[in-house]
């Protein structure tokens, strides 16, 4: 059934970006079962500094993170959207539940089997925990979620995955946030913070090629899930970043004169030579930026936890108003 709605949604999505100008795909159909591995073999590898910095900020400071939760709560829910893996989540949730705190953990993902291999390994690791998964698009989610009130809710949205968001898109999602967050709730969002352009642009521009073969899994994707018959070899990866605007954009450029057919949109899409399709928005922050966000959206920045390298900031934020 959910795996139907997004499928068509995948098509309808697909047939739109394709038949923009300038093309584009959106970033969210990466995470299929393949490209969820493949994002998996991105966050090991020395260059995607992200996912080291922001679990040496869980690692070293969960105790300090942990208490900033509980100022002034007594229990809470814990959704974290866009769990994936929980590797740095669970080094919270360890502590919470050595804490003997209560509290019930809800992850959110858009992969079903993300979100299945999540709660198999905290039911082995962490058995006392209390889980309550869900699978779907976080907008989608969200709005579910708004059923259950009364208890209190911290909210997680880690790992930068804010940084897909145009600045429209930001302040949908924060606006809903904000909607689904009563008075006293808590945010925590992770932030990729501006730093070196060699530094971002090695993180997605790497030399083992995950972050090409991530692109081309989107394609990939659209051949089996849509029947298309894109040529992969017929496709490179270009990414850039702009140290004014924060913002890393990556690109699959047509190599060659080319039409692709997608079977179930039963729609032909002509790519000219060196034509673009933009597959990704991976935008960095500063603090001042993250501020005038909270403000703007309800909440008072309660902390700013940082990496020793200044590279990444989890961001705590209260609902006030
Ligand atoms: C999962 C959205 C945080 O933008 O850094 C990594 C995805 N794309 N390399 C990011 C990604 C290419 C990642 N987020």
């Not at 967050?181 to 993180?203: C, N």
């Not at 790497?206 to 972050?211: A, S």
Request: with cysteine; aromatic share 12%.
């Amino acid at each position: 059934m959910e795996q139907k709605i997004l499928l068509s949604e995948l098509a309808a999505d697909t047939l739109r970006g394709l038949s923009a100008k300038p093309k584009f795909l959106l970033s969210k159909y990466f995470y299929d079962d393949i490209g969820s591995g493949i994002f998996q073999n991105i966050m090991q590898m020395p260059e995607y500094y992200l996912t080291d910095c922001e679990l040496e900020i869980f690692a070293h400071q969960k105790e300090q993170i942990i208490d900033a939760f509980l100022k002034d709560l007594l229990g809470f829910e814990l959704i974290e959207l866009g769990s994936g893996d929980g590797m740095k989540t669970k080094i919270l949730l360890n502590s919470l539940v050595n804490r003997a705190l209560s509290f019930k953990y809800i992850p959110i993902d858009i992969s079903r089997k993300a979100n299945n291999e999540l709660v198999g390994s905290l039911a082995r690791e962490i058995p006392l925990l209390k889980v309550n998964a869900q699978t779907g698009d976080f907008f989608r989610v969200m709005k579910q979620l708004n059923g259950f009130s009364g208890i209190r809710k911290v909210i997680l949205f880690l790992g930068s995955n804010i940084g897909n968001f145009s600045n429209e898109e930001v302040n949908l999602f924060l606006g809903q946030l904000s909607e689904l967050a009563h008075y006293g709730d808590k945010v925590m969002i992770g932030f990729d913070l501006k730093k070196s352009p060699q530094i971002i642009l090695k993180a997605y521009d790497d030399p083992h090629n995950h972050t090409r073969n991530f692109n081309l899994n989107h394609l990939a994707r659209l051949n089996r899930e849509l029947g298309a018959d894109f040529n992969l070899d017929n496709f490179e990866q270009h990414t850039e970043y702009n140290p004014q605007t924060g913002e890393v954009k990556s690109f699959l450029v047509s190599k060659k004169d080319q039409l692709v057919h997608v079977e179930s949109l039963e729609e032909r899409f002509h790519f000219k030579q060196w034509e673009t399709i933009f597959m990704e928005l991976s935008r960095k922050f500063d603090l001042e930026t993250i501020e005038t966000l909270a403000e703007n959206h309800g909440f008072r920045v309660e902390k700013h936890f940082t990496d020793s390298w200044n590279y990444f900031v989890d961001s705590l934020w209260t609902k006030i108003r």
